[in-house]
């Protein structure tokens, strides 16, 4: 069974530096072709992909936020991370990780963490 | 970067057949992925690579498409379908999301 869950900080300051744990079961990310991304979505608004982690440390980035975003993991602990730079109001969202899956060049979020909620306020 | 098209909101009836559409603003090939999210929660998978169902996904939903037009298809429609539906591209970088369609039931 694979599950995810997202983690943060709940509250942080405009200037801050955003830090988001996904901790997941039911899979490795050493194992070939496994993926773990990370998704935003502001409160009634739609979803943005921001970033991608592969098995053998590939990542790719949403170049709208590229210059603030890192994605890295932890396999030994089965947990992925992202940071976000110098966040402000804008940066308010549920944060979302999720397991990717993939055939044939194209990749679908397959399963879902139920969303940490970020906000960003003075 | 690839804009996704759709409908804002539809309401049916139920035991109807919905049809959803997305238009991608250039060719994503079968790159093309429905996601289903209630009030509150994650969403959830429900079609990947334009048609095919994804696992535990009730029979009712079905996609089709390719190219820029695409279509998720719900028949029969039931009560517990009220949610709001998004598409999703990742032939072309970035990936990007519709910004959805809300379902609801007469």
């Known amino acids: 069974q694979v599950t995810l869950k997202e983690s943060g900080p709940g509250i942080l300051q405009p200037s801050q530096t955003l830090s988001l744990t996904c901790t997941f079961s039911?899979?490795?990310?050493?194992?070939?072709?496994?993926?773990v991304g990370w998704i935003r979505q502001p409160s009634g608004k739609g979803l943005e992909w921001l970033a991608n982690?592969?098995?053998?440390?590939?990542?790719y980035y949403n170049p709208s936020l590229k210059n603030r975003l890192t994605i890295s993991k932890d396999t030994s602990n089965n947990q992925a991370f992202l940071k976000i730079t110098n966040v402000d109001t804008a940066d308010t969202a549920t944060y979302y990780c999720?397991?990717?899956?993939?055939?044939?060049?194209?990749?679908?979020?397959?399963?879902w963490g139920q969303g940490t909620l970020v906000t960003v306020s003075s | 970067d690839t804009v996704l098209t759709q409908s804002p909101a539809l309401a049916v009836s139920p035991g109807e057949r919905v049809t959803i559409s997305c238009r991608a603003s250039?060719?994503?090939?079968?790159?093309m992925h429905w996601y289903q999210q209630k009030p509150g929660q994650q969403p959830k998978l429900l079609i990947y690579?334009?048609?095919n169902l994804e696992s535990g996904v009730p029979a009712r939903f079905s996609g089709s498409g390719s190219g820029t037009d695409f279509t998720l298809t719900i028949d029969p429609v039931e009560a517990d379908d009220t949610a709001t539906y998004f598409c999703?591209?990742?032939?072309?970088?970035?990936?990007?999301f519709g910004a959805g369609t809300k379902l609801e039931l007469k």
């Open positions: 999703q591209q990742s032939w072309n970088d970035p990936y990007t």
């Open positions: 690579g334009a048609s």
């Open positions: 039911g899979f490795s990310l050493s194992t070939y072709g496994m993926g």
């Open positions: 250039e060719s994503v090939s079968t790159g």
């Open positions: 999720a397991r990717i899956g993939y055939n044939s060049g194209s990749y679908w979020f397959a399963y």
């Open positions: 982690i592969w098995w053998d440390d590939d990542k």
